[in-house]
């Protein structure tokens, strides 16, 4: 997601839960802390960024600014995934829509692991081990993350766990015959991140 559609969402996101004029003040603050981030980042590599700028600085931003105004780290936290889980249901009801297409969902487990190895791969700090288990499935290990590593470095490990559940909305229900196994995650403290996808039928 760029940068400006990011904000534009969280904003949105805002202004639906709190009323003015904390809504203004708190986007206007979320977006001082995000360009901020990611001034101090700007020479991180272009496959960094996109995860970076296109969503974790989004997240901590929301995160701080809510504190800021006096909410509790639990709050702030609540609230954020709220926030992040209201927009992963739009992307979440698209993917559905998509695939209504008769038979695109047997296409999934290929791309999902075609989209993995492009944009989550070591240049953007990602490790993970994929496994052989016919075309049918897809299914891998996450052994390092860089949304853990980034919240970590930051002060808010525990955020990590908002983008796990944006996962859990947008794959979690695809269609009646696809089946989402993800068990555990690093964001909300285990060893890997167990990726799973595979047609029911």
């Not at 101090?40 to 970076?52: G, I, L, M, S």
């Not at 490990?157 to 068990?183: A, S, V």
């Amino acid at each position: 997601m760029e940068q400006k559609k990011l904000l534009k969402t969280i904003s949105r996101g805002i202004h639906h839960h709190f009323p003015e004029p904390d809504a203004t003040l708190l986007t206007d603050r979320a977006t001082a802390i995000y360009y901020s981030c990611c001034l101090e980042h700007q020479n991180d590599p272009p496959a960094v960024k996109q995860h970076t700028e296109g969503m974790i600085y989004g997240g901590v931003s929301l995160y701080r600014a809510l504190q800021e105004k006096g909410m509790s780290p639990q709050e702030a936290l609540a609230w954020t995934d709220k926030i992040f889980q209201d927009f992963s249901q739009n992307a979440a009801n698209a993917i559905r829509s998509l695939l209504k297409l008769p038979g695109l969902y047997r296409k999934v487990p290929q791309i999902f692991r075609t989209m993995t190895q492009k944009k989550y791969n070591e240049e953007a700090g990602f490790q993970m081990t994929f496994y052989e288990v016919g075309k049918h499935r897809v299914k891998f290990d996450v052994t390092a993350c860089p949304y853990y590593n980034t919240c970590k470095s930051m002060g808010c490990p525990e955020l990590t766990g908002i983008f796990c559940n944006t996962d859990d909305c947008c794959y979690g229900n695809m269609h009646p015959k696809l089946q989402w196994n993800r068990t555990t995650t690093i964001g909300r403290g285990g060893e890997v991140c167990d990726f799973d996808i595979a047609i029911k039928d």
